[in-house]
Structures are given as structure tokens and as C-alpha cells.
């Protein structure tokens, strides 16, 4: 039983970080593509061309979010996994689902509440099983922008994780305690 995650860094102009994950991960990419169509299939009632026209409509709002080296990342992911670029932003949108079938749990603790005068966050991926096999650690240095240190399904272009800034990236919402202003 394998146990740690394989990791990989990854450097380069955006395109070039999306080709270099795609190319590394391309098996569980692959893998990680038919399992998301399967999903908008049975869960969705999608064809396979309706779940990747939906992923393609929804392309702006990615952009919208993340500027345009987010769109050239997928398209290097989608030159370096061999897939079209409707296949790798369906890997980031999951259509067909309007939910995620895990349930992730995240924590962060304000300055004033830590031992060490610190923020803290953290969050856990409660992934299926069949996910076990396929999960990774990447580092990516995308030039200009911050490095980032993040738990990946291949494919996905922000997992969870923490940039150099110390910024958390997690993939679901933080809400205060009752009662309490945080």
C-alpha cells in the first residue's frame, strides 16, 4: 500500500504549467475524464457531447474568475494530456453534478484565538475510496504569479492547498461560529 501522494513541480508560463500536468498525470487524467463524464451521464442525464458543450459554455465565467492564464493553463493541460479543451474544463466543472458527492471539511482560526498569534485554515478532501489512487501533490511556479502548494485530482487546476503568501486555497466555504464576529 503506497503511503504518500506522488509529487511533482511544476514551473513555467501558465500554458506551459498546464501542458507539464497534463503530460505528467496523462493516465489519471484520462481516468479522472471518464469518471467525470460518467457522473453528468448518470447524475445529470448528459450525453457525453451535452456535458462537454455545457463545460465549453462555461469557459467565461472561468476566465471571468481567473483571468486569462487560467484559460491558457487548461489549454496546456488539454495539449499535454492529449484530450480537447471541452474535456479539460469539464475536468474543472464537473457537469451534470450541481454538487459534490463528498463532503470536505474546513477550519480556520483567527489571529487572536491561535496560540501563536497567527491565522491558521486547513481543510481534509473526504474523497471516495477510488480516489486514493489517483490523488496528488503538485508545486506549482507558475512565472509571475505565487507558487502554490496543493492536493490535486489530475486534472483539476486548483485543489486544495496554500500559496507562498500563506493564503489557503480550499475547495468549499468557511463560516463563523455562531456568536461569534471572525
Excluded at 459554455?57 to 471571468?64: D, I, N, S
Excluded at 471541452?86 to 463532503?103: I, N
Excluded at 496554500?162 to 456568536?179: D, M, Q, T, Y
Aim: charged share 25%; aromatic share 6%.
Amino acid at each position: 500500500m503506497r503511503r504518500h501522494f506522488p509529487f511533482f513541480e511544476i514551473a513555467g508560463e501558465p500554458y506551459e504549467v498546464g501542458r507539464s500536468h497534463g503530460e505528467q498525470l496523462r493516465d489519471g487524467i484520462h481516468r479522472q475524464l471518464e469518471e467525470t463524464l460518467d457522473v453528468a451521464r448518470r447524475e445529470g442525464g448528459l450525453s457525453r457531447q451535452q456535458a462537454l458543450d455545457w463545460a465549453m459554455e462555461q469557459l467565461p465565467k472561468v476566465e471571468a474568475l481567473g483571468g486569462p492564464a487560467w484559460i491558457d493553463e487548461l489549454r496546456g493541460l488539454a495539449d499535454g494530456a492529449r484530450i480537447s479543451l471541452a474535456e479539460a474544463a469539464a475536468l474543472q466543472v464537473r457537469p451534470g453534478t450541481g454538487f459534490m458527492p463528498e463532503g470536505c471539511t474546513s477550519l480556520a482560526v483567527s489571529c487572536d484565538a491561535s496560540a501563536t498569534g497567527l491565522p491558521l485554515g486547513a481543510q481534509n478532501r473526504d474523497l471516495v475510496p477510488a480516489y486514493r489512487g489517483r490523488m496528488c501533490v503538485l508545486l506549482l511556479r507558475p512565472r509571475g504569479r505565487a507558487a502554490l502548494l496543493m492536493h490535486s485530482v489530475p486534472g483539476e487546476l486548483g485543489g486544495v492547498g496554500i500559496n507562498e503568501h500563506g493564503v489557503a486555497v480550499f475547495a468549499n466555504s468557511l463560516w463563523p461560529k455562531a456568536g461569534r464576529n471572525w
